[in-house]
């Protein structure tokens, strides 16, 4: 029998919470558990994502106009609301996920400089 590999979960950086939900709703749209789900099972079990910050930011997304939601019945019959990527929240998906390769970039020269310092 396979063992399964521990893997720590890891705290999600102020700000990129934004960018996984929309990042998971460009796939298609979702409710709330699922994205939650969605997150967690893409990230190999390393992210999780609490109901008490999920929801909030769901709610911030469809106030900024990134997210519209609609009810609808999930695959197990219960009455959910469904969320959906607007054109405004592919343009800020667009920024943000810019954002991200630039601070990647920028912490990786810091932690693998070409040069040593003396």
Same mark, same amino acid.
């Given at each position: 029998m396979e063992q399964k590999r521990y893997r720590p979960r890891l705290e999600i950086l102020q700000g990129t919470l934004d960018m996984l939900i929309l990042q998971t709703l460009q796939w298609g749209p979702q409710h709330g558990y699922a994205i939650g789900q969605t997150i967690r099972t893409e990230s190999a079990e390393s992210l999780k994502?609490?109901? @008490?910050? /999920?929801?909030?930011?769901?709610?911030? /997304?469809?106030?900024? @106009? #990134?997210?519209?939601?609609? #009810?609808g019945m999930t695959d197990q019959n219960q009455r959910a609301k469904f969320y959906k990527l607007t054109p405004k929240g592919k343009k800020q998906l667009l920024q943000e996920r810019d954002r991200w390769s630039q601070l990647v970039s920028a912490i990786g020269t810091i932690l693998n400089p070409k040069r040593t310092r003396s």
């Open positions: 994502i609490e109901t @008490g910050s /999920l929801y909030p930011a769901l709610h911030r /997304l469809e106030k900024q @106009g #990134w997210v519209k939601s609609d #009810w």
